[in-house]
């Protein structure tokens, strides 16, 4: 209804209220069920703009849905991980979902700053030179509005930086498991090396003992053996 309104303020034509420029463009506006409950009312019963509002809220804002919404607005608190833009963004969001929650705009400043974590408020009253609650209306939610926006532009610099630092650490560790799994098959080669060079020289050793002849007698002993044999 809030962005309605707002559409409706920057449509102006010579000689017609207001009013009537409402109740032009609300069919428009609704969609669905919405728009059928909306047919569902006799041609040229709707005249009065506040009528038709106080009917739209009957429809879709029942009084428990009211009292709920008005609940978590005065419950509002900032959570412990949450930054001040998305505290107030949150926060925003809750007045919306509720439009006639019935608080004022000075009301609403006071329950967004009392659900505020102390470190927020102490930001924005140094921003403020002292007190935020010293500020005018219009300058408390411009400071607000403002520090929110670049509280905003801060976090998604960061979870983009975050972002990118792991994927940076899944590369580096990748590169380093691959290192790691190269080394070990190195290792792996080398003492299949080490151990086939051993066999080699084991059966080499073998066969040269087996093919070695004495020179004296002919046998299968060195010739120190016989010369050992002939002496005794």
């Not at 990748?174 to 190269?182: E, P, R, S, V």
Request: charged share 20%; with cysteine.
């Amino acid at each position: 209804m809030a962005t309605f309104l707002e559409i409706c303020n920057t449509v102006k034509i010579h000689q017609v209220l207001d009013e009537a420029i409402r109740l032009s463009l609300f069919p428009f506006f609704l969609a669905g069920p919405a728009k059928a409950w909306l047919n569902s009312f006799l041609e040229n019963s709707l005249t009065n703009w506040d009528d038709v509002v106080a009917k739209f809220v009957r429809k879709y804002f029942p009084q428990s849905k009211v009292n709920k919404g008005k609940q978590e607005i005065l419950a509002f608190q900032q959570d412990m991980n949450e930054f001040l833009g998305q505290a107030w963004d949150r926060f925003k969001g809750m007045l919306r979902k509720t439009l006639i929650h019935g608080f004022d705009q000075p009301t609403q400043l006071t329950l967004f700053l009392a659900g505020l974590k102390s470190q927020s408020k102490l930001m924005l009253d140094a921003l403020t030179g002292g007190s935020i609650k010293w500020k005018t209306l219009k300058e408390a939610y411009e400071l607000i509005e403002n520090m929110a926006a670049n509280d905003n532009e801060a976090y998604t610099e960061r979870a983009y930086s975050q972002k990118k630092g792991i994927l940076e650490l899944q590369s580096q560790d990748a590169l380093l498991a691959q290192n790691k799994i190269m080394t070990q098959q190195l290792e792996t080669f080398m003492m299949k090396l080490s151990q086939l060079s051993q066999e080699l020289q084991n059966t080499s050793i073998t066969q040269i003992q087996q093919v070695q002849s004495c020179e004296l007698c002919g046998g299968n002993h060195t010739n120190r053996q016989s010369r050992l044999t002939w002496k005794l």
